[in-house]
């Protein structure tokens, strides 16, 4: 799966910082068929999580009311520079990771 991640990096020290997280996914409900009436099989992002300096920063369980390719925002307070690493899985069994190096700069 692709993503993209976007990050209002460098920050200092005690300032929000905002993650921004594109994820290519069909997000399929179950609900559609295709040209031939066949049944789409559901296939949904269903866990995400986001990890800073070795801790759950985000959590997201998604569900079929979740359009096409999502897009994800929240914000992390950094206390030091280091790596965001986001992880998630599909009802298929897909998984994916994306990471990003978080630059902060003294008060």
Do not use: C
Not at 82 to 89: A, L, P, T, Y
């Amino acid at each position: 799966m692709l993503a993209r991640i976007q990050l209002s990096s460098p920050v200092r020290r005690g300032q929000a910082m905002e993650v921004r997280l594109l994820l290519q996914h069909p997000m399929e409900t179950g609900f559609r068929y295709d040209f031939s009436g066949t049944s789409i099989a559901k296939n949904v992002i269903h866990s995400l999580s986001a990890d800073y300096g070795g801790r759950t920063v985000f959590r997201a369980a998604m569900g079929s009311g979740v359009a096409a390719n999502p897009l994800l925002q929240f914000w992390v307070m950094p206390d030091q520079s280091g790596e965001i690493r986001v992880q998630w899985q599909d009802d298929q069994g897909a998984q994916g990771q994306i990471s990003a190096w978080v630059e902060v700069l003294p008060a």
